[in-house]
């Protein structure tokens, strides 16, 4: 049963199965970055082309908050080529099979960011849950746009090096006060996405009482921690 949405802990089952295979693109994460690019068309709500299905029952591209590219179904930026793909709008399939890719884009500028920082394979021996934060986080802001940047005296610029510092150490706490982050709106103001990173932080707190709960179960009859 999908959720009403009116609940922040609550995710919206958009999608209602993933490939059984060893990966960060689980149904919950799937669902958690839908509902945070577009929670009209995550509940499947029909609405404006700026935030759900239209009528005729297809989503249709619409111009990005932040300016730039137009963006269609959930968070996916059009491409070269891509605008007269989708000038007659997609199904609610394609807008998922579009988020899925993505995830597993930014995934890749996610693992680059930690091996930067780590060595090769680091972002992969991490536990699940804080790949998903970090690939979240690239997926919200742009790979790119973690790697930490100094000027020629030293002096921080931009970037996430304490969230870096923080996943290569396993401080799961220090990971989410990492998090934060906003957008500058074409008038110039900042925007802080103070309600995304909030249910961020939920989801990650409530994976991680799971894990815990896991781990101790599998701990009391005798078995080896996961």
């Known amino acids: 049963m999908r959720s009403s949405g009116r609940d922040r802990d609550e995710i ?10 060893d990966t960060l693109v689980t149904k919950d994460f799937v669902n958690l970055i839908a509902l945070a690019e577009n929670g009209a068309l995550a509940q499947k709500r029909q ?42 709008g997609i199904t609610m399939k394609q807008a998922l099979a579009l988020l899925v890719e993505d995830i597993e884009l930014h995934e890749s500028e996610a693992r680059k960011f930690i091996d ?24 919200n ?21 304490k969230l870096r510092k923080a996943a290569i150490s396993k401080d799961f706490e220090g990971m989410l006060k990492e998090l934060g982050r906003g957008y500058t709106k074409p008038d110039g103001s900042f925007n802080q996405l103070t309600s995304r990173v909030d249910g961020v932080r939920a989801y990650a707190r409530n994976k ?4 815990q709960q896991a781990t101790a179960a ?9």
């Not at 930067?116 to 997926?139: H, K, N, S, W």
């Not at 746009?145 to 610029?157: E, F, M, R, S, V």
């Not at 991680?208 to 894990?211: H, M, P, S, V």
């Not at 599998?218 to 996961?226: E, R, S």
């Open 47 to 88: 609405g404006s082309k700026n935030e759900g299905l239209m009528p005729d029952g297809r989503i249709y591209a619409h111009e990005s908050l932040e300016g730039g590219l137009k963006t269609i179904g959930f968070g996916h930026k059009l491409k070269p080529g891509e605008a007269d793909l989708f000038k007659n």
């Open 12 to 21: 919206p089952y958009v999608v209602t199965d993933m490939p059984g295979k």
């Open 218 to 226: 599998n701990l009391a009859v005798g078995g080896v921690q996961p």
């Open 208 to 211: 991680n009482k799971l894990r």
């Open 116 to 139: 930067d920082g780590g060595g090769v394979g680091t972002f992969d021996g991490l536990p699940m849950l804080e790949r998903q934060l970090i690939t979240e986080l690239a997926f």
């Open 141 to 161: 802001i742009g790979g790119p746009n973690l790697t930490p940047t100094y000027d020629k005296a030293g002096k921080y610029l931009s970037g996430y090096p």
